[in-house]
């Protein structure tokens, strides 16, 4: 498939830890606009600067700020036979802009519900060295690493009820709107890690 895919869901639904499967199968490469925004603000550009707030306010980022940063990415040379976005587009406005830069393919929506999500959100830690996304309970790092995973900004409850609040009022309206062009795949994302990546290679498989 020649078009970008979307990997689509509510904060803490499995999206980054999901990406690996179909990374692999597709060999597109994973554009996430958290982890570029986390990177900027951890280097203290300027747009660090300006998304930094938003992000601990677990606001989402002004859609003028985040479609530069996908312009910039896309023009790269390994985005040239599409890319599997994860976290982008979260607006219908992102979704307009994307339209005009690039094809997008197929959606896969990873359903979650709420109650859910904040256990997800508060457990999750990551490794800065490798990437790798852990759980305390769902996914327990190795006890080597302990020591340096680090628990992000945003991952508390206060903030991620903000999250979820942003999630429903302007992102899920988007998955109505690629489901209307027809192009969404749903999947059940309230298994186990591993059965949520049988569910997501099975719709991989039937794009
Ligand atoms: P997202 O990228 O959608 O925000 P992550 O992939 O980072 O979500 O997952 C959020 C947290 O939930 C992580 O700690 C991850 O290990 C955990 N997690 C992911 N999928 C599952 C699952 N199916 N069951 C339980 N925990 C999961
Ligand atoms: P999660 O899926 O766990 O909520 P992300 O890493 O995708 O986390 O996003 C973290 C934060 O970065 C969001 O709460 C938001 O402030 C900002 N962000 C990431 N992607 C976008 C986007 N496409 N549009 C607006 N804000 C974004």
Redesign the pocket.
């Given at each position: 498939m020649m078009g970008s895919i979307v990997?689509f869901?509510?904060?803490?639904?499995?999206?980054?830890?999901?990406?690996e499967i179909i990374v692999e199968m597709t060999g597109k490469p994973q554009i996430?606009t958290?982890d570029m925004l986390r990177s900027a603000v951890s280097q203290g550009t300027e747009l660090g600067l300006e998304a930094r707030e938003y992000m601990e306010a677990g606001k989402l980022v002004p859609d003028q700020v985040i479609i530069g940063l996908i312009k910039d990415r896309l023009s790269e040379s390994d985005a040239s036979n599409g890319v599997l976005f994860?976290?982008f587009p979260r607006t219908i406005p992102q979704a307009e802009a994307l339209s005009e830069i690039t094809e997008v393919s197929a959606v896969i929506s990873?359903a979650?519900p709420d109650e859910?999500i904040v256990?997800?959100?508060v457990?999750?830690?990551?490794d800065p060295e490798t990437g790798e996304?852990?759980?305390?309970?769902?996914?327990p790092p190795p006890p080597e690493l302990s020591n340096r995973l680090v628990q992000r900004k945003d991952d508390n409850e206060e903030t991620v009820r903000m999250r979820l609040a942003a999630y429903h009022n302007q992102t899920k309206p988007l998955g109505d709107w690629y489901g209307n062009m027809g192009i969404l795949s749903t999947v059940d994302?309230?298994?186990?890690?591993?059965?949520?990546s049988q569910s997501v290679a099975n719709a991989v498989r039937n794009l």
């Open positions: 990997l869901g509510p904060p803490g639904a499995g999206k980054g830890t999901q990406a996430s958290g994860d976290g990873i979650v859910d256990n997800r959100i457990g999750r830690r990551m996304i852990y759980h305390v309970s769902f996914k994302g309230t298994g186990t890690i591993q059965e949520v």
